[in-house]
């Protein structure tokens, strides 16, 4: 059993930067690959970004690279998220999710979803 905490999230105006961080517990931290999420109302929830276990390789959503550099630190058991030049657009509530061994690619597709967190709040103003 694992157990994902986001934090981090918030108001910001266009252009500005957040960073979320994800904290695990539970389990070991390492061999999951993780990703961010997320879900503006009304809307499906859609892929944002995804690593691997030991932060081999990653895999973005063509709407945040470039913008968005995922992270991790599994001495920590933590995921971040570093969101740079944010806009509008971005405004959803954010997910961390972790897949035992699964390839970041299958993540972006919702494939193997073993667990996920319970959200945290980002809202960019014009």
């Known amino acids: 059993q694992v157990q994902l905490v986001e934090s981090g999230g918030g108001l910001v105006q266009a252009g500005g930067s957040l960073r979320l961080s994800c904290a695990a517990s539970?389990?070991?931290?390492?061999?999951?690959?993780m990703a961010w999420f997320r879900q503006a109302p009304g809307k499906e929830r859609e892929f944002v970004a995804a690593?691997?276990?030991?932060?081999?390789?990653?895999y973005y959503a063509d709407s945040v690279k470039g913008r968005f550099p995922i992270s991790r630190d599994n001495a920590k058991n933590t995921l971040y998220l570093q969101m740079n030049s944010l806009k509008p657009e971005d405004t959803a509530n954010y997910y961390c999710?972790?897949?035992?061994?699964?390839?970041?690619?299958?993540?972006?597709?919702?494939?193997?979803?073993?667990?996920w967190g319970q959200g945290t709040q980002v809202t960019v103003s014009s």
């Open positions: 690593i691997t276990w030991n932060s081999g390789r990653s």
């Open positions: 999710a972790a897949a035992y061994d699964r390839t970041p690619q299958a993540m972006g597709l919702m494939i193997g979803i073993d667990y």
């Open positions: 539970g389990r070991t931290f390492s061999r999951y690959t």
